[in-house]
Each structure stands twice: as structure tokens, then as C-alpha cells.
């Protein structure tokens, strides 16, 4: 049992600490927002989907929506009276979810 254990607790732990690694490896902090919004690619206001906003930092954001954006394309986040510009960097499915990295290019608004 355990020859079976060790590879998985070696594993389990080269994973923790790549992870604390990439943790470390960020420039910014980013900021918990939990806000609700709409999310759109740029210039097609026919895909505009409701999105939760999940934190941003100065230059990225993370958002989940039930809408299917695509890596690479730019979209437009607004909430309140604030927009924001970005390129989805990956996605993540959660559930019925999904969860996009956004580049961010540039904010507007209040």
C-alpha cells in the first residue's frame, strides 16, 4: 500500500509547489470582486451574456459566464458605470459555468 501512496503523495506535491511557484510569479495582486455584469466579444452586441466579474488585477480579470467565448478573441466586461477591454487568455469549465482569463487591454467608465 504503500508503493501505492508515495507516487501520489510525490505527485500531489510537485503539484503544490508548481502551483505556489506560478502563485509566486505574479506581478500583481489581484483583488476579489465577486460583481455582477455583462460580457460581450467586441463590436457583437448579439453575443452579450450576463457574467460575474471574480477579481481583477491591474492588467488581467477573471470572469465566469454561461456564454462560449473563444481563446484569443477580445471582449468587453461592464458592470456599474465601468467597462473593460481584454483577450481571453484560457477558459475552464466549472459546473455549468465558465471561467475566463482575460488580458486586460484597457477600462473605461467611472
Not at 508548481?18 to 506581478?27: C, L, S
Request: glycine share 10%; with cysteine; hydrophobic share 45%.
Amino acid at each position: 500500500m504503500t508503493l501505492i501512496l508515495l507516487p501520489t503523495l510525490v505527485l500531489a506535491v510537485i503539484f503544490c509547489t508548481r502551483r505556489a511557484a506560478v502563485a509566486e510569479r505574479r506581478r500583481e495582486e489581484r483583488v476579489d470582486v465577486s460583481r455582477a455584469g455583462t460580457a460581450m466579444v467586441l463590436g457583437q452586441e448579439e453575443t452579450r451574456t450576463s457574467c460575474r466579474v471574480l477579481n481583477v488585477s491591474r492588467s488581467g480579470m477573471r470572469m465566469a459566464a454561461a456564454h462560449d467565448f473563444t481563446v484569443g478573441i477580445q471582449v468587453m466586461v461592464e458592470w456599474e458605470n465601468e467597462f473593460f477591454v481584454g483577450s481571453i487568455r484560457y477558459a475552464l469549465t466549472k459546473g455549468e459555468e465558465k471561467v475566463y482569463g482575460l488580458r486586460l487591454v484597457t477600462r473605461g467608465g467611472g
